[in-house]
């Protein structure tokens, strides 16, 4: 219904807005960098990627399929390298992006910032970074959701 999908989105937007507050308070407090630049028009590209990865998932009508259409898409999407095209066709020349996607099968911020922290994600400080963020959260059957989440960064090559 469009009430349902309404409140998906809502939700969706308020756990992004969460996450990204709570990358640049990390950034802040542990790493003690005092600003966490973020590159928005690539942020919303990579939510458009979670749109058409979502829509993939939700053809799937069966629990099982839903499992194999999930671990389809982490391995195609989330292996590190992988760039997809929308991203690589709006990266300006000089530029590099890198990144992944992820699966978590909760919606608190705390345990996926662990997870996220523990792979060393954000730990990148090479000059003029800006991070990528992009979430969406998929509400599964029987009330269970998953967060799926794009974290990258992008920077400058240097060159000697």
């Known amino acids: 219904s469009a009430l349902g999908h309404r409140a998906q989105t809502l939700?969706?937007?308020?756990?992004l807005s969460d996450l990204v507050d709570s990358i640049s308070l990390f950034r802040?407090?542990?790493l003690f960098l005092p600003d966490t630049l973020f590159d928005n028009r690539l942020s919303r590209i990579?939510?458009?990627e979670l749109v058409r990865i979502k829509s993939l998932i939700e053809s799937a009508d069966r629990c099982s399929q839903i499992e194999e259409a999930q671990e389809w898409c982490v391995s195609e999407f989330g292996s590190a390298g992988h760039?997809?095209?929308s991203v690589q066709q709006a990266l300006p020349p000089g530029v590099v992006w890198t990144g992944s996607l992820?699966?978590?099968k909760t919606t608190s911020i705390q345990e996926i910032m662990l997870k996220l922290e523990e792979m060393g994600i954000l730990n990148c400080s090479k000059p003029g970074v800006r991070f990528t963020v992009a979430a969406s959260v998929f509400p599964l059957?029987?009330?269970l959701s998953t967060v799926w989440v794009y974290v990258g960064v992008t920077y400058h090559i240097q060159h000697h």
């Open 11 to 15: 939700e969706s937007k308020m756990f």
């Open 141 to 143: 059957m029987w009330g």
């Open 102 to 104: 992820h699966m978590f």
């Open 28 to 30: 802040q407090h542990r």
């Open 46 to 48: 990579l939510q458009g």
């Open 83 to 85: 760039v997809p095209t």
